[in-house]
């Protein structure tokens, strides 16, 4: 895919909505293009009110009567951030936004709204298989920067079900599929937090429990079936496993606050403590994390393979995000924080995903330069590692294929 | 009751105690009167010296040779901000603040400590059933407001318990005596968190069951003894889901931070997780969540029938609860968070309790409009939801009636 | 041990590092000479840059290919706060101050550091038994104070075994010893956190199930065989208990954050709590605590005889540890808050606990006084309680006794 030469970084101008006082070179790092190193497909058509309003919140359950999803932290942060893109004045009216949403049309939103969170290369996580979702090389054509597919190894399992394999068959034509979606991806995904929960069984099942896993899956299965076998859950992410170890890639977890269909409690990412200890040093990133950043910090701090991000929860707790980004940054290493918006359906999550981590990524950096505890030089290198560096490194995008395109 | 035309607000003036430069109109919806969703009454009698530090901590254990529970937030805000309404000087010394209140006389204490706190609806927990505290009538009297009934479910089951019914009788005669108290309530409330834990078995015993538990229970009966048998605390919860839902009626549980009965971290609100997905859409409020707030707070956010507080919490964290008010307003929608003080025995504790909740919600409202996040229109409309919108929409308490007294 | 008459508290004037603004006592109080209560040797050697690194972070593995430990919150604290100690500018790059640390040698290194902690008591545990570590005695005359030995309640249990005792005499010989070390302790410590975890049963097992399990143990055993039955730690433990209430010693208990080993999610010190209110009121210091803060603060909160401190926490969050110790005052009673650097090995751990306590606490104090909550006298007084006079009441040391060395 192509760029079409729009200028990168938080635009229009590259140290809007930071932090002022800022020094220059700080502004400019917290400015440059971001890696989204893990976020999922905008739609490509329109929404309605209770549509965009299902979409404003995690699951899409709708308000209760009398109120609305505007009333809360995402929904005031589209009315301020997210009304000026599309040429209204902040603070607009939830009504009047979206009458001016379907004016424009969902392409032109998409386009101005992703643009705007700056943002050079989109990782998409193609799980949901849904065609109403941009993919990964769209999302690219529409943000003005590249795209990359994340593979979700859940999916992947599913999609081989589908197939209708024999029982006995299935591990060895999902480890074939497995290995050719990787081929092209720059990572897996596993959302055994949502099938499962993150207290799984931290070792490979037998191969005799496998095929028998698939065969009561098989005997009752009906299409589109979600896998929710533990056995085969665990199956899978140890396919996965070898998988990553084979092409150099990491594996993202969803972990923390999610949908309805999670249990938080059990979506703690110290759940899976003995299992990071067992694919070690295979690379790990723990996606979210919110609101177990601390616990996932002392993760990335302790074991030289664990990765965290806390996109999701900086979007969605929007104007309080600094405070998450803070303890995200109290213990993790440098080189082990990603930024991720986790936008899902509407571009407005990429923009305010993007927005708030400059925020308050800059929010904190501003705090220790005038604490005098960092230089401005070292948390110029530290906004940069954030936004882009670690996951170039960790994923392995070179910054020369960007400007090519 | 009856109030006697005394200002409401926050005296004396409306503005005092919150940030210094809140636009006028966020101040004013700061001071107006708030609606205490859940409280319990307080003492009618005076205390001495070890009397009153019993009732400054939860649970009431004396504090360690040569300490003293002044020594502790709470002891350190009462100095501070009740004092003066005693006629002292802030941070008078614990010494004299007794004796300044015995001088005066726990009518008079009561009288203006609870006006100060500028509270127009108390709700008020009357499950500790003991007459030595201010009914709900009697403390809207004292406060200058309205006072209403929160029916403790577990009491009521002992209550019934304590009439001495058949085994085969209790389930009808509890949910009779239930469904009549409910009716001239504004809430149920379960303290299961503190008679089990909230990892409860979230689905309801088979009647066969409650019948065995119930004769388990008769069998070695004592007077005044308390629920804890797994089997009826599910049960009565149950029973109380058909009330509530009968009379549109929520239920308020007790989640987070207790006295020394408690086991906190079996009182963590996601391990209801599943109890909150089966009795959806009757409405549930977690009460006080520390230190699970974000937790809570997460609830709330993705499902439409769960409301938080973080009463107590705020109290007892005095001069520091600004943070925590901050955290519940990471990610809970604007409609589902409430004020609460959860006063008990002590009036100084309501005074405290809406001190920091205005304090601290302006201070996280001042912070937003100085950042540029919210409008100061938004920023007072979510002042009122707080303080008593949201309350009044749960517990359809009408302004009306609150002014015709 | 004695000491050489340098300055005590925070060189090289006492108010460096701390809020500009703060009312003179306050300052005073903060920079006054300070109780580590619980500590650990430094080395008494040299150190490479790999050596070194492994130290700068819980666990020692190396960091990823491409990245630096000295990347992270402590290593940039290292280059900020220890640099100019060594005569070199703040910021200094890795490189150079290991040069500059090799030039000086580890001797003069540990001297300076130590003394500029501004340390007067160091509690030393000397259960990780490493000859390359300094003592409790050569800790105090390093940093020109005093060495207090505390006695870690697994290792003596496993000295014990390396004697070869037989299964039936175990229980006394371990008695025995504990009794024995503990007369010149001044605290006992178990890290059953870390060979078991938190979730314990909290009761003493039978005397039978003892030595069935020390014969379990002996059947298998090999030297230097840590001890990680789960009789035999409770067994230690209900022992230490034993000892400590002979002595009126109190117990400290690792809990939260540490290195690889540990389960993280099982050193929440809420899972301990049945056993706290077992062994009350044999007093309890929960150690560290991160990031389980506000939950060891509840505990603080609620039972008399449960202390805490958030060492190592406070180190290794560094510039962001402000809100670490903020979080500890929230709910904890200020008579039951104790500083502790919790160094290991190298001794700007402990520079860096005692600045960043100063720090974090005086942010919070100023913060205090500045909103007109606490009074500067009651500031003051809180400093020095949790600086040292808690510890100083909780482990009988007395100031005489320090003076006149």
């Known amino acids: 895919m192509e760029t079409d030469g729009a200028p990168r ?17 700080v502004a400019e790092a917290l400015a440059g293009p971001l890696v989204d190193h893990h976020c999922h497909g905008v739609r490509r058509d329109g929404l309605d009110r209770p549509g965009f309003e299902r979409l404003i919140v995690e699951g899409g359950l709708p308000a209760p009567p009398g109120t609305t999803h505007f009333d809360s932290p995402v929904g005031l942060a589209i009315r301020r951030w997210c009304a000026p893109v599309l040429g209204l004045p902040p603070h607009a009216a939830p009504a009047d936004y979206l009458a001016r949403r379907a004016d424009l049309g969902s392409h032109e939103v998409n386009r101005r709204l992703l643009r705007e969170a700056g943002i050079g290369d989109f990782c998409v996580d193609t799980g949901l298989n849904d065609p109403g979702l ?53 990572a897996l995904k596993s959302i055994i937090a949502y099938r499962h929960g993150l207290d799984f069984d931290p070792w490979p099942p037998e191969p005799g429990e496998v095929v028998a896993a698939v065969s009561r899956w098989f005997a009752g299965y009906h299409a589109h079936e979600r896998l929710t076998d533990p056995v085969l859950l665990r199956h899978g992410l140890w396919t996965a496993v070898g998988v990553a170890r084979e092409y150099g890639l990491p594996i993202q977890f969803h972990t923390g606050f ?13 759940l899976m403590t003995d299992f990071v200890r067992a694919v070690r040093p295979a690379p790990i990133v723990l996606l979210h994390c919110h609101p177990y950043v601390r616990e996932a910090a002392a993760l990335a701090a302790v074991y030289p393979h664990v990765n965290i991000d806390v996109g999701l ?12 980004i803070a303890e995200a940054l109290e213990l993790t290493p440098f080189h082990k924080i990603l930024f991720s918006s986790d936008c899902y359906a509407l571009p407005e999550l990429c923009r ?23 230089s401005p030089r070292d948390a110029a290198r530290i ?14 995008l070179t910054r020369t294929e960007k400007r090519e395109q």
Chains 1, 2, 3 share one sequence.
């Not at 999670?262 to 703690?268: I, T, V, Y």
């Not at 950096?365 to 505890?373: C, K, S, V, W």
């Open 313 to 324: 929860a900086v979007t969605y707790t929007a104007a309080g995000s600094a405070t998450v």
């Open 352 to 374: 305010l995903g993007a927005l708030f981590h400059r925020r308050g990524l800059g929010a904190v950096l501003a705090r220790r330069i005038a604490d005098g505890e960092w």
């Open 258 to 270: 999610g949908d309805p269909d999670l249990a938080l409690h059990r979506a703690n990412p110290l």
């Open 134 to 186: 941009l993919s990964p090389a769209e999302m690219g054509l529409a943000g003005g920067g590249r795209g990359h597919e994340v593979v979700r190894v859940e999916r992947v399992a599913e999609e081989v079900a589908e197939r209708g394999p024999s029982a006995a068959k299935f591990a060895d034509e999902f480890a074939e599929e497995l290995f050719r979606r990787a081929g092209a991806a720059v």
């Open 9 to 25: 970084g938080l635009p229009p101008g590259p140290t809007a909505g930071l932090t002022p006082g800022l020094p220059s070179d």
């Open 383 to 396: 906004a940069r590692l954030i936004g882009e560096g670690n996951a170039r490194r960790l994923y392995r």
